[in-house]
């Protein structure tokens, strides 16, 4: 009966210890904040991005991010910064001309959001997109998350896929994907000028 009792109270100050082990992490997590120099206005152009969903894979020659970061310290990092235009030129599904056009605005803008710190970099994911393509046969409106990182050496946005960007109902593009087809979009915006992102 001794024992049992020991080992009972041994099992709870384990899982006491990993609960609060849980509660800190999460806590950390949901506490951390940013520091961005400057901040404000910035252009970003990305080389070469692409999209793959089902069998089409959609290639631009070039893109361009328009938008403002927060600036100073203590900063949360949901919305640390917005994206209010982002175009494309000269895109392309094997060859066949597309176009894209998103609903990146002021008044409704794409989110970059900070969710932690990976050596010289900032993870984080860009959310609220919203962006159709248009080609022979093909009409498409895609929304959601993507992930990323921002390199503050290279003062570049790395736009990684992932996430929960997927084509939406309606979608129609010579069977190639399906309303509900995961998006996966990669591309390096540059920024025009030095933008530094740092933890805490």
């Given at each position: 009966m001794r024992r049992f009792v020991r080992n009972t109270a041994l099992a709870a100050a384990a899982l006491g210890s990993?609960?609060?082990?849980?509660?800190?992490?999460?806590s950390a997590t949901a506490l951390a904040t940013y520091t961005v120099t400057p901040g404000g206005a910035f252009t970003a152009n990305a080389t070469n991005?692409?999209?793959t969903?089902?069998?089409?894979?959609?290639?631009?020659?070039?893109?361009?991010a328009k938008g403002?970061?927060?600036?100073?310290?203590?900063?949360?990092?949901?919305?640390?910064?917005?994206?209010t235009s982002l175009t494309f030129t000269n895109c392309t599904v094997a060859g066949i001309p597309f176009t894209v056009s998103t609903t990146a605005s002021t008044g409704a803008p794409f989110y970059v959001n900070a969710?932690?710190?990976?050596?010289?970099?900032i993870d984080g994911n860009i959310s609220g997109i919203s962006?159709?393509?248009?080609?022979?046969?093909?009409n498409a409106?895609?929304?959601?998350?993507?992930?990323?990182?921002?390199?503050?050496?290279?003062?570049?946005?790395?736009?990684?896929?992932?996430?929960?960007?997927?084509?939406?109902?309606?979608?129609?593009?010579?069977g190639l994907f399906t309303a509900g087809s995961p998006a996966n979009y990669v591309a390096n915006y540059v920024m025009t000028a030095q933008q530094t992102i740092t933890s805490p």
């Open positions: 990993a609960v609060g082990l849980s509660i800190s992490s999460a991005p692409k999209m969903v089902g069998a089409a894979t959609l290639t631009c020659a070039s893109s361009q403002t970061l927060k600036s100073g310290s203590g900063l949360a990092g949901a919305q640390l910064g917005s994206i969710t932690g710190t990976t050596a010289n970099h962006a159709t393509i248009t080609g022979t046969g093909c409106t895609f929304a959601g998350t993507t992930n990323g990182w921002y390199e503050n050496t290279t003062k570049t946005l790395h736009v990684t896929g992932g996430g929960s960007l997927a084509a939406q109902a309606g979608a129609s593009c010579l």
